[in-house]
């Protein structure tokens, strides 16, 4: 049972435009959300979160809504570039019976994201 | 800080061949993370420590895998015997200890990326 869902397995953007990934979760538990960007050969660096208490979360061109009653929130990257090009991978988190528990991931099947020159 | 390093960057094995993975977290952070990406199920978390102490191992596939933390700066994933569906890339993350939700956040190495022929 997936609780984190990216739909789009891919996405391509023109340079300079506004590039939106999509990630639907189903445990009304989570209470943190997380992007995170995957170049090639790489592992996957963290780009930005937001807590359950907020609805949006803005750093530089990256922004992120959250949307609680729809279960879903969106990655808005905005102006697009090519060096933006890369796997895009939602994760959601919560607190748990223990704080040992709080401290897992569950992510999503992610997004490839292609921005064309 | 040098970040998360795993070694090797590339394993090539035989099936029936034993395997180990290696993981140094960022020095300080409490909690360590093992993940398996493969194309059929994305992301997945195998197992993962806390001080140094396994907390959560029902990601693990099958008693053929195994991992140990036996100090804070040091982790390893073993596989025995090997198979071909062990063919994935293997990733190690680390996180610091807190009560706040950023430490949630999870940094990543480069992965190892194994090949059972």
């Known amino acids: 049972d997936q609780q984190v869902k990216q739909n789009s397995p891919s996405l391509s953007v023109q340079e300079g435009r506004i590039s939106i990934l999509n990630c639907d979760y189903t445990?009304?538990?989570?209470?943190?959300f997380l992007w995170y960007k995957k170049y090639p050969a790489e592992g996957p660096t963290f780009l930005i979160s937001?807590?359950?208490?907020?609805d949006k979360n803005e750093d530089g061109r990256f922004t992120v809504f959250l949307n609680k009653s729809a279960k879903h929130l969106s990655l808005h990257i905005v102006p697009s570039q090519p060096g933006d090009s890369a796997v895009y991978f939602c994760?959601?988190?919560?607190?748990?019976?223990?704080?040992?528990?709080?401290?897992?991931?569950?992510f999503g099947s992610g997004t490839q994201l292609t921005v064309l020159p | 800080d040098a970040g998360v390093i795993q070694s090797p960057r590339h394993e090539v094995t035989e099936m029936g061949q034993e395997v180990t993975l290696r993981c140094k977290p960022i020095?300080?952070?409490?909690?360590l993370f093992w993940y398996r990406q493969t194309m059929m199920r994305g992301l997945e978390l195998l197992i993962y420590f806390n001080n140094n102490v396994p907390i959560d191992d029902s990601g693990m596939p099958e008693d053929r895998f195994s991992a140990k933390m036996p100090n804070a700066s040091f982790s390893t994933l073993k596989i025995q015997p090997s198979e071909p569906r062990d063919s994935a890339v293997y990733f190690c993350a680390s996180s610091p200890l807190g009560s706040s939700q950023s430490k949630n956040i999870q940094y990543f190495g480069a992965g190892t990326r194994l090949s059972v022929l």
């Open positions: 445990n009304s538990m989570f209470d943190y």
């Open positions: 994760a959601a988190s919560w607190a748990g019976i223990s704080s040992g528990s709080a401290r897992q991931l569950t």
């Open positions: 020095s300080g952070h409490d909690y």
């Open positions: 937001i807590s359950s208490i907020k």
